[in-house]
């Protein structure tokens, strides 16, 4: 769920949720980068009859329909690198789970795409969690998330999206969070 679970007191939980600035986003963004680039200079190569490429020689290459292809392909591959790297560099799903006994306040807070919606936030009060809920799928799509049940409200999900978290990382912090607030534990 968490990269950091940060307690500033007894009665204020702060956890830190990781979002796209994650190694495998880091990984397929550079490979994307690298094939989108390579078959744009390829077909540019071959369109030009100049080699734009360290290795190899594009030039032999008919620019119809090989060329034509490679640049087509070289384009929508970078223009996919160009959105994995924003993504990236916006932190999109990062943010934190503030749990405050002091004020009497859960804030939930998330980076968003630019936009209107740019600052994703959702607050309540202590009072209105009912529960923290356990979802466990396993299977070909496995999931394992915790959600915060609050009164009259959806399901607010508290993971974060990607890979899942294994069982007893989320059993655990799942109870640290529901003997945090005072109420019962679902799903286990």
């Not at 190899?56 to 290459?61: C, K, M, N, R, S």
Request: glycine share 10%.
């Amino acid at each position: 769920m968490t990269a950091q679970t940060i307690n500033t007191s007894d009665r204020i939980l702060r956890q830190d949720v990781l979002g796209s600035r994650r190694f495998s986003n880091y990984w397929w963004a550079s490979v994307t980068t690298i094939g989108g680039v390579g078959f744009l200079l390829a077909g540019l190569s071959s369109y030009l009859h100049t080699n734009l490429l360290p290795l190899g020689d594009p030039t032999d290459l008919i620019f119809f329909p090989q060329g034509l292809a490679m640049t087509f392909y070289g384009t929508a591959g970078s223009l996919l690198a160009l959105y994995l790297w924003l993504t990236i560099a916006l932190d999109v799903g990062g943010g934190y789970n503030e749990f405050n006994q002091e004020t009497g306040f859960v804030k939930i807070f998330r980076w968003g795409f630019p936009g209107k919606n740019r600052r994703i936030e959702f607050s309540c009060r202590t009072d209105d969690v009912q529960s923290i809920r356990v979802d466990i799928k396993d299977g070909l799509n496995p999931r394992r998330a915790l959600y915060l049940r609050v009164k009259s409200r959806r399901d607010v999900p508290l993971t974060r999206v990607g890979q899942p978290m294994s069982l007893s990382e989320l059993e655990n912090q799942g109870a640290q969070l529901a003997r945090f607030l005072g109420v019962p534990l679902e799903g286990l």
